[in-house]
């Protein structure tokens, strides 16, 4: 078994999986730019290394730094959480040949569901689902509008090398194309990657859904349910809750299916998740992305199955073999506390004079701040994420009203008003939405 | 005249635009860049750009003035 955990990352997330590595009688090591220095998870790591400037090139992205603070503090383990280097894998081979444990998937894994294209056209082969789309990367504005025309408008276009929503964008017409291709092909250039677009027909009304799976030691993979994050602004979740409301016991059966396929497919070990377009009213699905790391909603799936997903990344990338039959009990809902106002959702950074966090029963928090903390403009807008759990959909919904209206910010602006809206919002109450209720809510 | 400022704390990702520059209403002056957000600042009125106050990198505070249209 390792000894010591050292954590790549920032913020909430950081903090939870110090929590665990710790909870296991571990070693955790927190690296942390300037900036950052103050905030809970640098003091709740048994040692913390300074790694440079706010700007993440220089801290949080920089290889070598990460590598050389391992070395000083004696790590066996790095856990990347999600986003910075966790899709990296250039830095998940130099984690392996440096002799630590890398807590993620064979960096081979993560190439081949790094490039969306590739990912795909392996997804098809494994009889996977896909939407139509293109094949190869798209390069330029005359190929994208063929694509677009046999393909059939609205299309989604998106950027091959990307994630997290940014640089995607939906084309409706000739016109439109030409807007979302350069966009696109902004965020590709911003992501220092070739600009390689890909195309898809776009689901209008289309649920996101996503299967959490767990690839074991011994190489079975098993799927721990799904994840509705149907509610996005900007492409971007929102709120998150297992299970659907949209899925029948029948649809679910296939996309758990589907999603063990896909991780057999590149021999995944430890936590991904395979994301989805589910078409509610035909009840069908079609793969999207498969994310090589732990997500930020993760809790939800925590929640209703009793699991720590953390700890078994952990016992997995250890070699640990075990067996594990998951079972879903309940309901869970996620709320992302955004330093955003709650109407354009546009950033608000600050510092948090006040922040008291709600408890009770069927509450969790996950937050990487606390009052007297700054909120700065250099990282994503996350601050916490507010989770309930219930026996059922309706108390779950109920003790979020309760833990919504108990949070307190002050400082940095926030979406927890947003957030009770939601909660009061018929089509969101009945559990048949998809991913334009936030759009629409802001047009009424 | 009219006064461009930032609405939030942001960095100056792209200045779009120079002083003497004639722009159009809705046209992007500046993209600033917070939260791992692009947040186009547009011209409100059409007009001439007669003062720049903000360089590509530099960090706006809330309420900074970035540009003058007159």
């Known amino acids: 078994m390792l000894d010591s955990v050292l954590v790549a990352n920032r913020g909430e997330i950081a903090r939870r999986i110090i929590r665990t590595v710790r909870g296991m009688g571990l070693r955790a090591i927190a690296v942390h730019s300037e900036a950052d220095a103050d905030l809970p998870f640098v003091r709740e790591a048994d040692d913390a290394v300074l790694l440079g400037p706010a700007n993440p090139a220089q801290s949080y992205l920089d290889v070598d730094k990460v590598l050389q603070a391992a070395r000083t503090t004696?790590?066996?383990?790095?856990?990347?959480?999600?986003?910075?280097?966790?899709?990296?894998?250039?830095?998940?081979?130099?984690?392996?040949?440096?002799?630590?444990?890398?807590?993620?998937?064979?960096?081979?894994?993560i190439e081949q569901m790094g490039d969306k294209i590739n990912a795909r056209n392996l997804m098809e082969s494994a009889?996977?689902?896909?939407?139509?789309?293109?094949?190869?990367?798209?390069?330029?504005?005359a190929q994208a509008e063929r694509a677009a025309e046999e393909i059939g408008f609205p299309v989604m276009v998106k950027a091959a090398g990307g994630g997290g929503g940014i640089g995607m964008g939906v084309a409706r017409d000739a016109e439109s194309l030409a807007k979302a291709f350069e966009q696109a092909c902004r965020a590709a250039a911003r992501f220092g990657g070739e600009p390689a677009i890909l195309l898809e027909r776009y689901i209008e009304r289309a649920r996101h859904v996503e299967v959490q799976i767990?690839?074991?030691?011994?190489?079975?993979?098993?799927?721990?349910?799904?994840?509705?994050c149907s509610v996005q602004r900007r492409h971007q979740k929102v709120v998150e809750e297992s299970p659907s409301p949209g899925v029948s016991p029948e649809l679910r059966e296939?996309?758990?299916?589907?999603?063990?396929?896909?991780?057999?497919?590149?021999?995944?070990?430890?936590?991904?998740?395979?994301?989805?377009?589910?078409?509610?009213d035909a009840q069908d699905f079609v793969f999207l992305e498969m994310n090589t790391r732990l997500q930020v909603e993760h809790p939800v799936t925590e929640l209703v199955t009793g699991l720590d997903l953390v700890e078994h990344q952990i016992r997995i990338a250890a070699g640990e073999t075990y067996s594990l039959e998951p079972r879903v009990n309940g309901h869970a809902i996620e709320f992302r506390v955004y330093a955003e106002d709650p109407r354009r959702f546009l950033p608000g950074p600050g510092k948090i004079g006040v922040w008291e966090e709600p408890a009770g029963e069927g509450v969790r928090i996950d937050s990487g701040y606390a009052a007297g903390n700054t909120v700065t403009p250099f990282y994503d807008p996350l601050m916490a994420k507010l989770c309930v759990a219930g026996a059922t959909?309706?108390?779950?919904?109920?003790?979020?009203?309760?833990?919504?209206?108990?949070?307190?910010?002050?400082?940095?602006?926030?979406?927890?008003?947003?957030?009770a809206e939601l909660l009061d919002h018929p089509e969101f109450v009945s559990g048949n939405y998809d991913t334009g209720l936030v759009s629409r809510m802001r047009k009424a | 005249?009219?006064?461009?400022?930032?609405?939030?704390?942001?960095?100056?990702?792209?200045?779009?635009?120079?002083?003497?520059?004639?722009?159009?209403?809705?046209?992007?002056?500046?993209?600033?860049?917070?939260?791992?957000?692009?947040?186009?600042?547009v011209a409100e009125d059409a007009g001439t750009v007669s003062k720049l106050h903000v360089n590509e990198g530099d960090?706006?505070?809330?309420?900074d003035l970035i540009a003058v249209i007159e």
């Open chain 1, 214 to 228: 767990l690839g074991l030691a011994d190489g079975t993979v098993v799927a721990l349910g799904e994840r509705d």
């Open chain 1, 393 to 419: 959909r309706e108390e779950a919904l109920e003790r979020g009203r309760e833990a919504v209206a108990a949070f307190r910010i002050e400082g940095p602006k926030n979406n927890l008003p947003f957030c």
């Open chain 2, 59 to 63: 960090v706006v505070q809330e309420g």
């Open chain 2, 1 to 41: 005249m009219a006064e461009v400022r930032a609405e939030m704390v942001a960095n100056v990702w792209k200045i779009l635009v120079s002083e003497g520059g004639v722009v159009e209403e809705g046209d992007t002056l500046v993209i600033l860049e917070s939260m791992k957000m692009e947040i186009p600042v």
């Open chain 1, 74 to 109: 004696g790590a066996q383990a790095i856990h990347p959480g999600y986003g910075f280097l966790a899709e990296n894998a250039a830095f998940a081979r130099a984690v392996i040949d440096a002799g630590l444990a890398w807590i993620g998937p064979d960096p081979k894994a």
């Open chain 1, 254 to 280: 296939r996309m758990l299916a589907a999603a063990v396929r896909a991780g057999e497919a590149v021999a995944y070990r430890g936590a991904g998740t395979v994301e989805c377009l589910v078409d509610a």
């Open chain 1, 127 to 141: 009889g996977v689902p896909v939407a139509a789309g293109t094949r190869e990367p798209v390069s330029d504005l």
